[in-house]
């Protein structure tokens, strides 16, 4: 009998303890989320950002920034460093005349998140096929807002 109450009692701190909202969120989660994010620098500055408890992230926006080319919605990684996010994500992009492979896209980013509100830099690289950058890498800012219900 003790041993299934103490069971009992473990499964209900578990439960407890995974709730949203329960607690303080660490700083390494307080990442996670849906957020809207400003991109100044950015063909298109509007951007949707999910960061995955798991370390994942999605990115998208509309690729209205450029009238020759189409974009993929980014995916990636990220991680917490120094009291800051830090990651990468990767889209591809094609002609959308063609429908050919114009180049990979690799976005890394340095992030400070406090509360419902982010802000930070990235680093815009572009590669070809065989991953010859293609020109310098593109600096922008970031800040965002996490959508709350």
Same mark, same amino acid.
């Given at each position: 009998m003790r041993i299934t109450l103490t069971a009992a009692c473990v499964a209900v701190l578990c439960l407890a303890a995974c709730q949203p909202g329960s607690g303080r969120q660490s700083e390494s989660n307080s990442i996670v989320?849906?957020?809207?994010?400003?991109?100044?620098?950015?063909?298109?500055? &509007?951007?949707?950002?999910?960061?995955h408890s798991d370390g994942t992230i999605q990115q998208s926006n509309p690729d209205a920034g450029n009238a020759n080319t189409s974009d993929s919605s980014g995916m990636g990684v990220?991680?917490?460093?120094?009291?800051?996010?830090?990651?990468?994500? @990767?889209? @591809?992009?094609?002609?959308?005349?063609t429908r050919r492979f114009v180049s990979r896209g690799e976005i890394s980013f340095l992030i400070k998140v406090n509360g419902d509100a982010l802000s930070g830099t990235a680093s815009a690289a572009? &590669?070809?096929?065989?991953?010859?950058?293609?020109?310098?890498?593109?600096?922008?800012?970031?800040?965002?807002?996490?959508? @709350?219900?």
């Open positions: 989320g849906t957020w809207l994010v400003r991109t100044p620098q950015a063909p298109f500055p &509007y951007h949707m950002f999910v960061f990220w991680m917490p460093e120094a009291g800051r996010i830090k990651g990468k994500f @990767v889209e @591809v992009t094609a002609d959308r005349t572009f &590669y070809d096929r065989e991953g010859r950058r293609l020109r310098e890498p593109l600096a922008v800012t970031l800040d965002g807002q996490r959508i @709350v219900p």
